[in-house]
């Protein structure tokens, strides 16, 4: 008896949660959605974590106690490399990933399987972003404004309070007046270096 009811809670409890994403049809399977809604649901996952991460991110660099004792801890990272990304405080960690991501999978109403592709590319464009890296034919320099470049303007002690978008689309520093253009110089010893733009 007592484990019929715990199962019984159970099955209710795991199907309550699978319907705040997903639909299953009479089996419990899980209905996948069609490929097309599936690319709309990463896009407006993008749009939500971005926009998420900007104020979060923005708000741990304007308030003092925050910065100095969570934010910071990024930040020692003058010269940012790709294990970096993730190099951060414990408290930042919940508030930017966690929090952001767990926020973009509900609204936008993805599958898990979805929140798979979807997070295992936010991760991978975070740490190419922090990589310090232009290299030909990076897909993400090709498709995505914010990039290695321009996120290592914003680890420069000129530019920390700039660029603070991560990881997908630059545009609430466009919009907000936080966004740093930059040039990439060609370095004599080989590579790029990413510099602000002196108007």
Same mark, same amino acid.
């Given at each position: 008896?007592?484990y ?12 309550s949660?699978?319907?705040?994403t997903?639909?299953a049809?009479a ?10 809604v599936?690319?709309v649901q990463?896009?407006v996952a993008?749009l939500?974590?971005d926009t998420?991460?900007?104020?979060v ?9 925050l ?6 801890q990024?930040?020692?990272?003058v010269?940012p490399y790709?294990?970096?990304?993730l190099?951060?405080?414990p408290?930042?960690g919940?508030l930017l ?11 936008s109403?993805?599958?898990a399987r979805?929140?798979? *592709?979807f &997070?295992?590319?936010?991760v991978i464009?975070?740490?190419?972003d @922090? ?6 034919? $990076?897909?993400?320099h *090709?498709? &995505?404004?914010n990039n290695?470049a321009?996120?290592d303007?914003h @680890?420069q002690?000129q530019?920390?309070?700039? $660029?603070?978008?991560?990881p997908? &689309?630059?545009i609430?520093?466009?919009l ?9 110089l060609?370095r ?10 002196k108007?």
């Amino acid at each position: 008896m007592h484990y019929q009811l715990t199962l019984e809670f159970s099955t209710v409890r795991d199907q309550s949660r699978s319907r705040l994403t997903s639909t299953a049809d009479a089996s419990g399977t899980t209905i996948q959605p069609s490929i097309p809604v599936q690319i709309v649901q990463i896009i407006v996952a993008m749009l939500i974590m971005d926009t998420w991460q900007y104020f979060v991110h923005r708000f741990m660099h304007q308030n003092k106690y925050l910065y100095r004792h969570v934010h910071s801890q990024h930040h020692r990272l003058v010269v940012p490399y790709a294990i970096g990304a993730l190099y951060n405080h414990p408290l930042e960690g919940l508030l930017l990933d966690t929090f952001g991501g767990a926020i973009s999978f509900l609204v936008s109403g993805m599958t898990a399987r979805t929140a798979v *592709i979807f &997070f295992c590319f936010a991760v991978i464009k975070t740490v190419d972003d @922090h990589c310090g890296l232009w290299l030909p034919g $990076n897909i993400f320099h *090709i498709f &995505f404004q914010n990039n290695s470049a321009y996120h290592d303007i914003h @680890h420069q002690l000129q530019g920390t309070k700039y $660029n603070y978008s991560q990881p997908f &689309f630059p545009i609430w520093d466009k919009l907000l007046g936080t966004h740093m253009p930059f040039v990439l110089l060609k370095r004599p010893e080989g590579g790029f270096e990413a510099r602000l733009k002196k108007d």
